[in-house]
């Protein structure tokens, strides 16, 4: 049973102030930059492992705030989404001028540094842009467009609001990761999937107006300007090696998202019912986890059934689920992801949680294979 938060206590800065432990990671960069040697490798073992070690300590949150509060009562929690972005911008490129104007970095702790740079640009970065992009308002989602474009992967808004959320469980959806599929092969096929069907799904809404895919309202012309600006800052503040650190970032953060990405739907498909028709997207359809810490650092992202109910809730108001209401990861998204760079073990993890939840929600469902290998017919 889930405990509820009245409205008056979500506005209390208390309330809001673990979910602003990502501003901690931007001390931790600059003290890898500063000092060198192993404290480079101190972002990913913050966001990893010592998020894990206090999801295991602080256990679950099973609390639930009005979901009626006034958006006025919320500013300690946008803040911190508004301020992650001029703080990313400055870390980044500040960092990219201070590692190649100074010389006591050695070419591998660069590496590893801005190995861990793309680490936060991708756990924070991309999932705040997420929080952004789906907000009404047009200051947010500038800011979410920007965070996107430091990690070159600006089409991620097109793709998740125009087609993951409305085929999501379903052929149609490049991001569902399908049953025995490894995260490496998921991830050859997103990278490749998501940007066509972010394009094509930008190019129709345009059609539809009688506009062809060139007019200037396509924000993919907004991307790629957005994205050329980023780099071409970096190679001015930092040179080829500064692109090359920027490039490199950036493969890293992706690679952070789609593992995400990879472990929110695994497995997790919607009932076909005939003729391309698909049931409504229901809370069984995401996988969730309550763990306290790793909900801090995303922002709830973990509550991800409820952000499929409503997309454009903003995540302090985001509810919680029970076992019985919605499937529930073992772990929190930080050790899972781990687990997912690891196939054979992913799969000892998961696939006997995919297994209950089929006997559990489809138990009329006898042959998985059109849906284990995306053969059903795709949603019209």
Do not use: C
């Amino acid at each position: 049973m889930s405990q509820f938060i009245p409205a008056d206590h979500l506005t209390r800065i208390t309330r809001a102030l673990p979910f602003w432990m990502s501003l901690m990671l931007i001390p931790v960069a600059w003290l890898g930059a500063v000092q060198g040697g192993w404290t480079v490798l101190l972002l990913p073992l913050v966001t990893w492992y010592f998020t894990t070690l206090l999801d295991a300590l602080l256990g679950l949150n099973t609390e639930n705030a009005d979901p009626a509060t006034e958006e006025s009562k919320l500013t300690w929690y946008r803040a911190i989404t508004l301020i992650w972005a001029p703080a990313q911008f400055l870390t980044l490129f500040g960092l990219i001028w201070y590692v190649t104007h100074t010389g006591h970095l050695s070419s591998l702790e660069k590496i590893g540094l801005f190995f861990g740079v793309g680490v936060i640009t991708g756990t924070v970065g991309i999932n705040y842009s997420h929080e952004l992009m789906h907000q009404k308002n047009k200051t947010e989602r500038t800011m979410g467009d920007l965070l996107l474009a430091m990690v070159l992967y600006s089409h991620f808004r097109s793709e998740h609001l125009l087609v993951h959320h409305r085929y999501v469980g379903t052929p149609r959806d490049p991001v569902t990761a399908r049953y025995n599929e490894g995260f490496h092969r998921f991830f050859r096929r997103v990278l490749r999937q998501s940007l066509i069907s972010a394009f094509k799904a930008e190019r129709e809404m345009l059609a539809r107006r009688d506009l062809p895919w060139t007019d200037l309202s396509n924000p993919f012309f907004r991307y790629w300007a957005l994205q050329g600006a980023m780099l071409l800052l970096a190679f001015l503040l930092g040179g080829w090696s500064g692109l090359a650190l920027f490039l490199w970032q950036a493969w890293i953060a992706i690679s952070q998202l789609e593992l995400v990405n990879y472990i929110e739907h695994y497995g997790l498909t919607r009932k076909h019912l005939g003729d391309g028709k698909y049931e409504h997207v229901k809370p069984q359809h995401s996988w969730n986890a309550a763990h306290k810490a790793s909900n801090w650092l995303l922002i709830n992202l973990q509550r991800h059934s409820d952000h499929h109910y409503k997309p454009d809730r903003r995540f302090p108001l985001l509810q919680t689920y029970t076992q019985a209401e919605a499937p529930q990861l073992p772990h929190g998204y930080p050790l899972m992801t781990l687990a997912a760079l690891v196939p054979p073990v992913w799969r000892r993890i998961m696939n006997p949680h995919v297994r209950r939840w089929r006997e559990m929600y489809y138990p009329e469902i006898t042959d998985w294979k059109p849906y284990n290998k995306a053969l059903n017919p795709p949603p019209r």
